[in-house]
């Protein structure tokens, strides 16, 4: 069976700080492969999106990034973190093929910017 | 631009009742899926049932119903009988593929909290 797993699960970084968190899937191939961030009475935001190695498409300008340097591994970082990224960030996948149509989330990290 | 409005931020219902959850959408697609979220305090986002915008029979699975409306662009949620597990914050999703492409997109409302009363 398939599982997604992101880490950490809590965060705390200063203002200007660096940021990565990670994303792995376990039991697929070639996933699609997404990144949300949940604010607090926005619902959820699409900010990037792949559908392979190298391969990454940003819906949101910001002052974050996004890299898929194998398969099954999506990550998303920040040079200089700002007040404004804080939130619930959301790592998402779904099949390559359209026989299945939902995305599948992983638990989640809060990151909170101080 | 494909948006999805969830114009109730907050619903609150009695157990074993039965409560209806609104969304619109918007979209110039034909080919496209709906779906609804839950996510309870623990904040997994959890699939509660999906909708093919081609299939015109509305998707049911067990007390969860929905009422889609094609050509009003509507996708309302239906749990009956509802349950104090039912509480969480429930998301409204549309999904389109692009042309010639396995991706789609996935873009949700702003959530719904519902609230079951014992």
């Known amino acids: 069976s398939q599982t997604i797993h992101q880490w950490p699960a809590t965060l705390v970084q200063p203002v200007g700080s660096p940021l990565s968190l990670e994303c792995t899937v376990e039991g697929t191939s070639n996933p699609n492969l997404y990144w949300y961030r949940q604010a607090a009475g926005r619902g959820l935001q699409l900010l990037f999106y792949s559908v392979g190695i190298g391969q990454i498409s940003s819906e949101v300008p910001q002052n974050l990034s996004a890299s898929r340097p194998q398969d099954r591994q999506f990550i998303l970082s920040s040079k200089k973190l700002l007040l404004s990224d804080s939130g619930f960030y959301l790592c998402a996948w779904s099949p390559w093929d359209r026989g299945h149509t939902e995305a599948f989330f992983g638990q989640g990290t809060r990151l909170t910017v101080v | 631009a494909q948006t999805v409005t969830q114009s109730q931020p907050e619903m609150s219902v009695q157990e074993a009742e039965t409560v209806t959850l609104s969304c619109t959408y918007d979209t110039s697609e034909s080919d496209y899926y709906l779906f609804w979220y839950k996510q309870p305090p623990s904040r997994q986002m959890i699939l509660v049932i999906r909708?093919?915008?081609?299939?015109?029979q509305n998707a049911t699975e067990n007390r969860f119903s929905v009422n889609f409306q094609k050509a009003a662009k509507s996708f309302s949620l239906k749990i009956s009988d509802s349950q104090l597990g039912d509480a969480a914050m429930y998301f409204c999703?549309?999904?389109?593929?692009?042309?010639?492409?396995?991706?789609?997109?996935?873009?949700f409302g702003r959530g719904t909290q519902l609230t079951v009363w014992p």
């Open positions: 999703a549309y999904r389109r593929f692009d042309r010639g492409s396995t991706l789609g997109r996935l873009y």
């Open positions: 909708q093919e915008a081609y299939k015109q």
